[in-house]
């Protein structure tokens, strides 16, 4: 499957891995989880970087949470007969907070593209329907993200290092 990238840098940070890793991770994500329902069509993802302030007015917004987050998923959700009309699927828009991204990559002890990896991951499985919600879900979602993580070449996200 072919993933159309769109990165939009509105934060600070200026040392983030390039577009070609961020399209990478992204296809390797849908690959694998969407292996037997691969479109015929590219899919297209949105991937906007941000800072603290403006995830924290996101959350908010859209969860209700007072303090910034890793990554927000929006799911794009059109008609079918609107779909069909489109050269590309688009799949939605993902908003990462690069302050926090690299807080917790140090935290973790991490490498920052290991952490950017894992919450483009993250983010996509979202879209495609993951959830963590409750205990079966996590472990579920969780698996997913350690066999793709691995595929693409980082350990496991969850062991304590």
């Known amino acids: ?3 159309i990238t769109d990165l939009i840098n509105d934060s600070s940070e200026d040392s983030l891995p390039g577009a070609e890793h961020f399209r990478h991770w992204a296809e390797t994500t849908l ?3 969407h292996a037997p329902t691969l479109p015929d069509r590219p899919v297209s993802l949105s991937i906007r970087i941000v800072d603290s302030s403006e995830s924290a007015e996101l959350n908010h917004r859209y969860r209700d949470k007072e303090s910034a987050t890793n990554v927000l998923s929006f799911g794009c959700d059109l008609p079918d007969m609107m779909l069909a009309q489109l050269d590309e699927i688009p799949l939605g828009d993902l908003v990462i907070c690069a302050a926090v991204v690299r807080r917790e990559a140090q935290e973790q002890n991490k490498t920052a593209d290991a952490h ?5 991951v993250h983010g ?3 879209l495609s329907g993951y959830d963590h919600i409750d205990d079966d879900d ?3 979602m969780e698996a997913q993200e350690i066999l ?3 595929q693409l070449g980082f350990s496991n996200p969850y062991l304590t290092h």
Do not use: G
């Open 116 to 120: 950017w990896a894992h919450m483009v």
């Open 138 to 140: 996590a472990r579920h």
């Open 124 to 126: 996509i499985l979202h």
């Open 31 to 33: 690959n694998t989880v």
């Open 1 to 3: 499957m072919t993933v």
């Open 148 to 150: 793709i993580l691995d």
